[in-house]
């Protein structure tokens, strides 16, 4: 069976702090695919990044970073200097043999100015 | 162009209605999906279509009926549905079918059922 777990359900920060979302994962598959959503009030989920499990480097998009680490089933997304139009909510998703989605409860972020 | 358009953006309806719910890409994909979200809950799968023939119904009952006219459009017939029911449904596509392919969502359209 395939599991997500984001144990924060809720972070609130002040605009310009850093702010980390964690993500684990559970799998018996060896091949499989890690994707972080972004889903704004609007409604619509945004897809972030993917990676798959047999690449392990850390990536960096702007603002954005994600570290993935094998060892510990883990892959947490890191805004950093955060803003308030990172409002929203974010979903950790896997991907295994079954080839569907399984996602995680959701971290609802609040950014205040 | 990575977009999907769904129609209607809300729709209310009452339990003995039947309608229709929407889904368009252009961006050439061949895998299409509806899900059923509810409120502070990630999204549940329902369907999946790969090259417009139905590859995957999560048990779900019968007054939800999916329809894939093209490899474009995605239909979701609605009838007899309950309270319950109501929730946000998305419609999502990928290049194909599979692990290693990103879905890409529509705007979902927000349904109450009365």
């Known amino acids: 069976a395939q599991k997500v777990t984001q144990a924060q359900t809720e972070i609130s920060v002040v605009e310009k702090e850093d702010v980390t979302l964690d993500c684990v994962y559970e799998?018996?598959?060896?091949?499989?695919?890690l994707f972080w959503y972004k889903q704004p009030p609007s409604g619509e989920l945004v897809f972030l990044i993917r990676?798959?499990?047999?690449?392990?480097q850390n990536e960096i998009s702007g603002r954005y970073s994600w570290n993935f680490q094998k060892s510990t089933s883990s892959f947490n997304f890191t805004i950093t200097a955060s803003q308030v139009v990172d409002s929203a909510v974010y979903f950790c998703?896997?991907?295994?043999?079954?080839?569907?989605?399984?996602f995680g409860q959701g971290t609802r972020l609040t950014i205040n100015p | 162009d990575t977009e999907v358009t769904q129609t209607p953006k809300h729709l209310v309806m009452g339990m003995t209605n039947k309608k229709s719910l929407k889904c368009e890409q252009h961006m050439g994909h061949r895998a299409m999906y509806w899900y059923k979200q509810k409120a502070k809950k990630p999204p549940e799968l329902m369907f999946v279509?790969?090259?417009?023939?139905?590859?995957i119904n999560e048990s779900v009952p019968s007054r939800f009926s999916p329809e894939c006219p093209n490899s474009s459009l995605l239909n979701l017939h609605l009838h007899a549905l309950q309270p319950e029911d109501s929730a946000l449904y998305l419609c999502?596509?990928?290049?194909?079918?599979?692990?290693?392919?990103?879905?890409?969502f529509g705007p979902g359209t927000r349904l109450t059922v009365t």
């Open positions: 799998t018996r598959d060896t091949t499989y695919y």
């Open positions: 999502a596509s990928s290049q194909e079918q599979g692990t290693f392919y990103e879905q890409y």
């Open positions: 990676r798959n499990s047999f690449d392990e």
């Open positions: 998703a896997l991907s295994g043999g079954a080839q569907k989605l399984v």
């Open positions: 279509y790969s090259y417009e023939k139905l590859s």
